[in-house]
């Protein structure tokens, strides 16, 4: 119906964040991580039932990921896979020296100032974690380090089939556009990927939606920190970047988005955009929502703009 609507919840709400993951698993949203300005990061998960409405916190058992925000993570069957992301971590060795770099908060990705965690050391991950959530039990696949991506934060993953799909990303140098492929059965990364195509530039806070054999990217914040609009598709069986134009109303260049694949379209909503230098912070945000009808995303794929309310503040 294209209406939005506000339901009664009930149960444990999480602690207000930014920059955590949301993983669907059956009539379950699965949250876990993010950052709040005022107690830090968050490693605790929460469970919303959207037959219930209902929140709660959930026990596991095994390794969990370490607090984190600006990870990534999605569902293959009942199992939800997570990767990367920002935060405090316990090995002073591995620690990157922050002072100076610009890739943090979920904004402008510097330090926050907290008040929990002021003592501890941060950076980026590149560990691999997986929830099974039957039996409520954490893990890590057991791979070999051959082509695992940098360390890395605010990048972009889908799943295709039973790969998981990363997309650029700020690591401890720059922002990248550097592609991996990881076989959830095999346990292993692609080492002998070649991606033909002209190559999306390098950036951080965009998102990548599977539609069918495809993976859809959208905006995004470049190294200049300018924003993108332009939809790029990437065709796993051909490992082919394609040239896709989409006509209609189109969003505007943004990054810090969310996109999500519904049947044969995909639905994006919100994002900010206009990053000042200045203020080293975000000047436009926006609350509107688009529906771009896939048709497998051909070169003549179309898009309808569908404004909730006013895409500026």
Not at 57 to 81: F, H, M, S, W
Not at 107 to 122: L, R
Not at 125 to 132: A, M, R
Request: aromatic share 10%; with cysteine.
């Amino acid at each position: 119906t294209l209406r939005w609507s506000q339901p009664d919840v009930t149960g444990m709400i999480p602690p207000p964040r930014s920059a955590s993951s949301l993983v669907a698993v059956g009539t379950k949203l699965y949250l876990f991580g993010g950052l709040s300005h005022m107690s830090g990061w968050f490693d605790d998960i929460f469970v919303y039932d959207t037959v219930t409405n209902s929140w709660c916190l959930l026990e596991t058992e095994g390794n969990r990921p370490r607090a984190r925000d600006k990870l990534q993570a999605v569902g293959i069957d009942t199992n939800i896979y997570y990767f990367g992301g920002f935060g405090p971590k316990s090995d002073e060795a591995e620690a990157a020296d922050l002072e100076g770099n610009d890739d943090d908060e979920e904004d402008e990705e510097d330090i926050p100032e907290t008040h929990e965690q002021e003592g501890a050391e941060f950076g980026w991950f590149n560990d691999l974690y997986v929830l099974d959530t039957v039996n409520l039990k954490w893990s890590q696949p057991m791979h070999m380090n051959l082509g695992v991506p940098t360390q890395r934060a605010a990048h972009a993953m889908c799943t295709i089939g039973r790969h998981l799909i990363i997309f650029g990303g700020r690591d401890i140098e720059e922002r990248q556009n550097d592609m991996h492929i990881f076989n959830v059965d095999t346990r292993k990364w692609l080492t002998d990927l070649s991606v033909t195509g002209q190559v999306p530039a390098p950036r951080s806070f965009h998102s990548l939606t599977a539609v069918g054999n495809k993976a859809v990217l959208f905006g995004g914040r470049g190294r200049n920190d300018q924003h993108f609009d332009k939809f790029d598709v990437f065709d796993f069986g051909k490992k082919e970047w394609i040239p896709t134009t989409i006509e209609g109303d189109k969003p505007a260049s943004r990054g810090q988005h969310c996109a999500v694949a519904v049947g044969d379209s995909i639905f994006l909503f919100g994002g900010s955009g206009n990053f000042s230098p200045e203020t080293m912070q975000c000047q436009t945000f926006y609350t509107d929502a688009f529906v771009v009808k896939s048709d497998k995303f051909s070169s003549n794929a179309q898009s309808n703009g569908l404004p909730t309310e006013s895409n500026d503040s």
